[in-house]
């Protein structure tokens, strides 16, 4: 038996498992090889499509399902099928066009869709962007400056609460599925799985509710406010390795005590 079995660590990607310069360490990737040879199952919880982790493919694999797009996709990377899709409804893109109107904090809006990323154009207004969506809409980005995403993050959910909203970095605020979000399809990854653990790691507030969820929620030092006070343990900043502290302090009988 592995020091590892029937542990399961779900990393966000950017600002956490990557440092500020966007760089996945030599030391997080030893200690990924080293986590999944000795029994554990590593993967990403990531806000960013299924095949975003490939890109780091010569540095580390996911050896479980990984969780996109904010979880409204759970991906399989060795057989190459979905085990999840937690879609927007067509009527969504009444509410969509509905933000877009409503609030002038609203800058440029992006849509991941099930294969294409669809980004509004310089002065297309929001019959015209929306028509040219095709497919199955995902994850919806309102991108504009900190302070309005900000405002925007605290009136945009009471007036839609039948979505889920976060913000993905200072400057945009997702919306996707109420079945989507990390924390729910980092739990149905444990489970399918037959894991005993679940352990996540993150910086952002799309990270919290997996934070909450998990068995153990880690974030890096350097986190915004939220996450800081959601995290059960705070560990080292993303330019210090925190994977491979993470990793490291798993090997122990009471790990984080």
């Given amino acids: 038996m592995g020091i590892y079995d029937g542990i399961i660590l779900c990393s966000d990607m950017d600002g956490t498992m990557t440092n500020t310069r966007g760089e996945i360490s030599a030391r997080n990737a030893e200690a990924i090889r080293y986590f999944q040879k000795n029994g554990g199952l590593f993967t990403v919880a990531t806000g960013r499509p299924p095949y975003h982790p490939e890109k780091f493919s010569d540095i580390f694999v996911c050896n479980t399902y990984i969780v996109a797009l904010n979880g409204s996709m759970i991906f399989d990377p060795k057989s190459r099928e979905f085990i999840e899709k937690h879609p927007l409804d067509e009527s969504a893109k ?77 400057e945009g605020l997702e919306m996707f599925s109420k079945n989507g979000g990390k924390g729910n399809s980092v739990m149905k990854t444990k489970a399918l799985t037959g894991s005993r653990l679940a352990v996540t790691a993150g910086n952002y507030d799309n990270d919290i509710e997996m934070l909450l969820m998990a068995d153990i929620g880690v974030c890096v030092r350097d986190s915004s406010p939220d996450v800081l006070a959601a995290a059960d343990i705070v560990t080292v900043s993303c330019n210090n390795d925190p994977i491979a502290v993470i990793i490291d302090e798993l090997r122990k009988e009471k790990p984080f005590k």
Avoid at 118 to 129: C, L, N, R, V
Avoid at 142 to 152: D, P
Wanted: glycine content about 10%; proline content about 3%; hydrophobic content about 35%.
């Fill in 94 to 170: 009444y509410d969509i066009k509905k933000i877009m109107e409503t609030f002038s904090d609203v800058g440029q809006v992006q849509i991941h869709g099930e294969e294409g990323h669809f980004a509004q154009q310089d002065g297309e207004d929001a019959d015209s962007f929306l028509g040219r969506i095709n497919e199955r809409m995902f994850d919806i980005m309102f991108i504009q400056n900190r302070e309005k995403t900000a405002r925007l993050k605290d009136i945009v959910p009471k007036e839609f609460p039948g979505y889920k909203f976060c913000r993905g970095w200072s």
